[in-house]
């Protein structure tokens, strides 16, 4: 009985050995099927990478050409078009059985980490509307030769409360109460150039005229409270100081980087000096000039100025983003007069001191011709500082310093392939800052 039993326990356990062999083998064989996945998931995203620098390749080299054909007399139209992938194959099955995205999804969605097409070059991608904003607050390098003409409008309004005086019991003022106001109204027409040497630089020339009428307040006129005298100088249209510059783009945007241009401007005094100019004594008390006006208007600051800055553009259709910082240096300029007094002469130098710079803003594409922006613009002057030849050092004008911020608000619209219509309007923040600013902008792609 015992050896029946024995019998029957090793036929029991040779047949659970049996059975379990393909269960063993299933296992093996879906771990093999899961690694199989995993590797070609691995590869075939490897691959999508190397489509998608590939098609930016092709995008940069059909931009070039079509740069370097339009300098070469021909259009940009009659270029090459661009190489494009075939959607002929929307979805490539993967291995898995999951569908993911074929070529032509791969060209207009690079993978995760590739490299996307440089902000400001003409492709496919890049709407008229995107272009039109970066040549407005950053820089395009695609085009050989544009032109611009421009209009702008600033209103300019400060009010001064002087008090001749003091204080008795420490509630009554007793003196004179004067309230100075000047009002100014400038126009100026800027004709500019741009020029693109290479696919990463550009030159620029900006010649502006401006003419200028302000109008002086002032209360208190011949010791009366009550009576206000005024006077309006106008000016006939004058150059103002004509700068040019240089743009360079240091980095192209990529999906984790933005667009980044160094820009360089000279300022050349071409402009009408405010220093020299004759005034006009309409009140005087003894040797105290009460009241004086300037015979014209100057149309320049009269000393070389150097900028030096960056700008960043940021890709995030529909929006863009756009930044900016500058540092201007101004240069100490000798002038034969200082003296607002016409009886009296006084040379001496002026140094208008430093500037610095910054701006933030955001523009979006409405479609393929249209575009809004808005952008925070802020400007800090350092003091002026003067040196008289009789005194031999430097004395700083008190008031002289600026804090000048602002609120611009933008419109791109495409007229025609080769024409833009820009308006903007900005709206002082600050007491420095224009009241408000409006201007128009007409640039011409050749």
Do not use: C
């Amino acid at each position: 009985m015992r050896t029946i039993h024995g019998r029957t326990l090793l036929g029991l356990m040779a047949l659970s050995a049996l059975s379990s062999e393909p269960l063993l083998a299933a296992d093996d064989e879906a771990a093999t099927d899961a690694a199989q996945v995993q590797a070609l998931q691995r590869e075939l995203q490897t691959l999508k990478q190397h489509y998608a620098e590939e098609v930016r390749k092709l995008r940069e080299i059909d931009a070039r050409l079509q740069a370097l054909t339009a300098r070469m007399g021909g259009s940009t139209a009659a270029a090459a078009p661009p190489v494009a992938p075939s959607p002929a194959s929307p979805m490539i099955e993967a291995g898995s059985g999951s569908a993911v995205p074929g070529a032509s999804a791969m060209a207009q969605a690079p993978a995760e980490g590739a490299s996307r097409p440089p902000v400001g070059t003409r492709s496919a991608g890049a709407t008229r509307s995107v272009e039109d904003v970066l040549l407005q607050e950053h820089a395009v390098f695609n085009q050989p030769l544009i032109l611009e003409a421009g209009m702008t409008y600033a209103r300019y309004d400060r009010k001064q409360l002087t008090l001749n005086g003091f204080l008795a019991l420490d509630a009554i003022f007793l003196g004179n109460i004067a309230i100075e106001n000047v009002e100014s109204d400038t126009f100026t027409f800027t004709g500019s150039a741009r020029y693109s040497l290479t696919p990463n630089l550009t030159v620029n020339v900006d010649v502006p005229v401006l003419q200028r009428w302000t109008t002086y307040q002032k209360g208190g006129a011949g010791g009366a409270a009550a009576v206000v005298a005024e006077k309006q100088v106008g000016s006939e249209a004058h150059i103002g100081d004509v700068s040019g510059g240089v743009s360079y783009r240091l980095f192209a945007e990529t999906a984790t980087r933005p667009d980044i241009v160094l820009n360089t401007s000279v300022s050349i005094p071409t402009g009408r000096a405010p220093y020299g100019i004759s005034w006009r004594v309409l009140e005087s008390q003894g040797d105290y000039i009460q009241f004086a006006v300037p015979e014209t208007q100057p149309t320049g600051n009269g000393v070389w100025g150097a900028s030096a800055g960056l700008s960043f553009v940021k890709t995030l259709d529909p929006a863009i983003l756009f930044a900016s910082i500058g540092y201007t240096h101004t240069f100490a300029r000798h002038f034969d007069d200082l003296d607002t007094n016409p009886a009296t002469r006084n040379p001496g130098r002026v140094d208008l001191g430093n500037a610095f710079n910054y701006g933030v803003g955001v523009a979006f594409a409405l479609n393929e011709r249209t575009s809004l922006s808005m952008a925070l613009t802020h400007r800090f002057n350092g003091a002026t500082r003067v040196r008289a030849d009789n005194l031999g050092y430097w004395q700083g004008v008190i008031g002289s310093d600026g804090n000048a911020a602002a609120l611009n608000l933008g419109m791109t619209y495409a007229i025609s392939p080769k024409f833009t219509l820009v308006a903007s309007l900005g709206i002082g923040l600050t007491p420095d800052a224009p009241d408000v600013t409006m201007g128009f902008k007409i640039p011409f792609m050749l």
